[in-house]
Nanobody, 120 residues
Framework: VQVVESGGGLVQPGGSLRLSCAAS????????MSWHRQTPGKGRDLVAH????????LYADSVKGRFTISRDNAENTVYLQMNSLKPEDTGVYYC??????????????WGQGTQVTVSS
């Protein structure tokens, strides 16, 4: 089981990036998928979430209207399109896959993270 993020980098304010989260060893179609951001001295905060059941989405207030989460179950990949980037979007972005525990077995997978730096 593996979750691998990619697509991070250095971008100027106002620019765009597209993060990818490729899963292997399990099918994301039955998992809620989400992106989280961690900055130095802070915890890991939810940025965007997409449900497994109906594909409904939710976003942190700080990214609404600028970020879009999507999933391609056929490719077993989740994306985060980030537009109009701001310096405060800087951080390490982590992908998470989660579904309800079954018979005491946890299904909660994290990737290694990808660094996003927004700076001029």
């Amino acid at each position: 089981v593996q979750v691998v993020e990619s697509g991070g980098g250095l971008v100027q304010p106002g620019g765009s990036l597209r993060l990818s989260c490729a899963a292997s060893g399990f099918a994301i179609s039955s998992y809620a998928m989400s992106w989280h951001r961690q900055t130095p001295g802070k915890g890991r905060d939810l940025v965007a979430h997409i449900a497994s059941s109906d594909g409904s989405t939710l976003y942190a207030d700080s990214v609404k209207g600028r970020f879009t989460i999507s999933r391609d179950n056929a490719e077993n990949t989740v994306y985060l399109q980030m537009n109009s980037l701001k310096p405060e979007d800087t951080g390490v972005y982590y992908c998470n896959a989660w579904k309800s525990p079954v018979a005491g077995i946890e299904y909660d997978y994290w990737g290694q993270g990808t660094q996003v730096t927004v700076s001029s």
